[in-house]
């Protein structure tokens, strides 16, 4: 019955592609399309240089850069935190037995503070445990020692975020704006209600105040009488991976689809972006339900019918990276590349384009801007994995 019901939902959801959508993850759409106003001929797609970083790791989540050419990455297993510089990683002192690790839950996102010079401050989101050993995910704010050394635990920012015992939909993705705020992506722990429920941190995401972990002031529900809802700033989702914010400001994010439609979002305030698997976990419901109450948000772009398990994101820098300059490079695990997003000014999907020169390095999970311009991607494997540096030739 399970089956029938959801191959009925596919054929039925099969006429409503949008255009974007059904051309976006086949690099041959990209490769032969000609040029739309948006990019001119003068803004080809450069050929791409890939080097590797710094090998030897296992499931890095994210890296992120903190100055001096060092970067730090984390890893998701084995929730060791590393510090790279000049090709080679040295593992800095961190609690990472009390990491909670199970599945797709450990050591994940990864975010410095906009100040790290002056305050050598960052941010984990990862999994633990709470009162009575029962799994979490939290938001934790460290500080980095003298020489590098050892992880400092400042505080706890947020902690009670729901994880499942097998770390499945786990989230999770951490992304300073440039107002200063802590954005927040989550996963809906393969609870049904999530969600939906404002009360539930799972299936969102939330905003708060990197220095206190209190909700963000002009959160949409900042005065609600529930703590959780006081930090929603969007809801409905199922997997947040990836966060961005475009140079307009606009906030972008990336979550895995069920069986189909892997998404990327602009957020609204407020916005509900319609996944409601219910009743139990029910995941043959469509990954935004328009037939829920209200107003759902539709997705910029989607998958269609084949997911590709698109996780982190960042924004091209505009100078030096020709027709890839501004747009969004979306990693994709299953789908082992990189999908390149070239958005219109109102910040709809024009293009896609897939380079040839990502495709060979297997599962990629985060991808983050240098300073310089370049992009850093991780791999996602597992045994030898990599931090890569990919920019224009
Ligand atoms: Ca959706
Ligand atoms: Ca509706």
Redesign the pocket.
């Known amino acids: 019955m399970r089956t029938l019901s959801v191959a009925a939902t596919a054929l039925l959801a099969l006429g409503f592609l949008s255009p974007a959508a059904s051309a976006a993850p086949d690099p041959g759409a990209a490769a032969g399309a000609g040029a739309r106003a948006e990019a001119p001929a003068s803004r080809a797609a450069p050929a791409l240089r890939v080097r590797t970083v710094v090998g030897g790791l296992d499931i890095p989540w994210h890296v992120q850069p903190i100055g001096g050419g060092r970067l730090l990455v984390t890893e998701r297993n084995s929730a060791r935190l590393w510090l790279v510089r000049d090709g080679a990683k040295r593992q800095v002192r961190f609690p990472s037995r009390q990491v909670w690790r199970s599945g797709e839950t450990g050591l994940m996102s990864l975010e410095g503070d906009p100040r790290f010079a002056d305050n050598r401050r960052f941010y984990t989101c990862q999994g633990a445990r709470g009162a009575g050993g029962s799994p979490q995910v939290q938001v934790v704010a460290w500080r980095l020692g003298p020489g590098a050394r050892r992880a400092v635990r400042v505080r706890t920012l947020l902690s009670g975020l729901p994880a499942a015992r097998d770390g499945r939909h786990g989230g999770c993705r951490l992304l300073v704006l440039r107002d200063g705020s802590l954005l927040f992506g989550t996963g809906d722990a393969t609870v049904g209600t999530n969600p939906r429920n404002l009360s539930s941190y799972g299936g969102k995401t939330l905003r708060l105040v990197r220095t206190t972990g209190a909700p963000w002031p002009g959160n949409p529900w900042a005065k609600a009488r529930k703590k959780a809802k006081r930090y929603v700033f969007t809801y409905?989702?199922?997997n947040v991976q990836g966060l961005a914010q475009r140079r307009d400001g606009t906030l972008w994010s990336v979550?895995h689809g069920s069986y189909r439609?892997d998404?990327v979002?602009r957020l609204i305030r407020g916005g509900d972006?319609?996944?409601n698997p219910v009743p139990g976990y029910n995941q043959s419901v469509?990954?935004?339900?328009q037939s829920l109450p209200g107003r759902?948000?539709?997705?910029r772009w989607?998958s269609g019918p084949s997911t590709i398990a698109t996780s982190g994101a960042a924004f091209v820098p505009e100078r030096g990276w020709g027709a890839y300059g501004g747009n969004l490079a979306v990693a994709a695990l299953a789908g082992q590349r990189v999908v390149f997003l070239q958005l219109d000014r109102r910040g709809k999907v024009v293009r896609t384009r897939v380079p040839d020169a990502l495709r060979r390095y297997g599962r990629l999970r985060s991808v983050s801007v240098a300073p310089g311009g370049s992009l850093l991607i991780t791999t996602s494997n597992g045994g030898n994995d990599k931090v890569l540096r990919v920019s224009p030739r």
């Open positions: 409905g989702h199922r979550e439609d998404e979002n972006y319609g996944w469509p990954m935004t339900d759902q948000r539709a997705a989607r």
